[in-house]
């Protein structure tokens, strides 16, 4: 177990396992102890893994209809407001006839669903985050291959890095380290 130099931070306590029923198992009495703020990575999807976390996020699909919503009304407004500012008289028609504004209603709901949707998940994962504390312990480029890890971070109100310790000690890891992540110089 690596232990952090003093000039550093702990950023969190990071647990691996062989194998994803370990995890899982590991998320959930991570869970059952209160923890709340940890986080689980795994080379492959873990069927259980969503549930075992506490997975419930909703924000996405409803940034994606509002954003939807917000297309529909700007193509619509923008069109109407122009034919009744800029009136011209074609075959009889009415000045705002909603048929020929669907084309481009459906084009912009599509447009602004589809941006509301990706920036509100760069937004949600807080991405781009091009450096990741974890990435720096030696063993986590295993995460990628065959290796399933548990981070428990430090900024739970239950934290306390001895105790957080012992605590992962006893969901029998293969090894336990100690991450640290370096404050940036202003």
């Not at 869970?31 to 997975?55: K, N, Q």
């Not at 209809?65 to 011209?88: E, M």
């Not at 074609?90 to 020929?100: S, V």
């Not at 760069?122 to 504390?133: A, D, G, K, Q, Y």
Request: hydrophobic share 45%; net charge negative.
């Amino acid at each position: 177990m690596r232990e952090p130099s003093p000039e550093t931070e702990v950023f969190g306590v990071l647990a691996e396992f062989e194998r994803p029923e370990q995890l899982v198992e590991a998320v959930r009495m991570t869970r059952r102890s209160g923890i709340r703020a940890f986080d689980a990575y795994s080379p492959y999807p873990v069927e259980e893994m969503a549930e075992a976390i506490g997975f419930d996020e909703n924000r996405l699909p409803w940034l994606t209809f509002a954003g939807g919503c917000l297309g529909a009304v700007t193509a619509f407004g923008l069109q109407a407001w122009t034919n009744h500012a800029y009136p011209i008289e074609i075959g009889g028609r009415p000045i705002i006839a909603w048929q020929p504004f669907m084309l481009i209603t459906f084009e912009l709901t599509v447009l602004f669903a589809v941006l509301a949707a990706v920036f509100g998940m760069l937004i949600l994962n807080r991405l781009p985050r091009l450096h990741h504390p974890v990435f720096d312990v030696d063993e986590f480029h295993l995460a990628s291959s065959d290796k399933f890890f548990l981070v428990v971070f430090s900024n739970d109100e239950h934290f306390d890095k001895a105790r957080t310790q012992r605590f992962l000690e006893g969901l029998s890891p293969v090894r336990i380290t100690v991450v640290e992540h370096t404050e940036e110089p202003a």
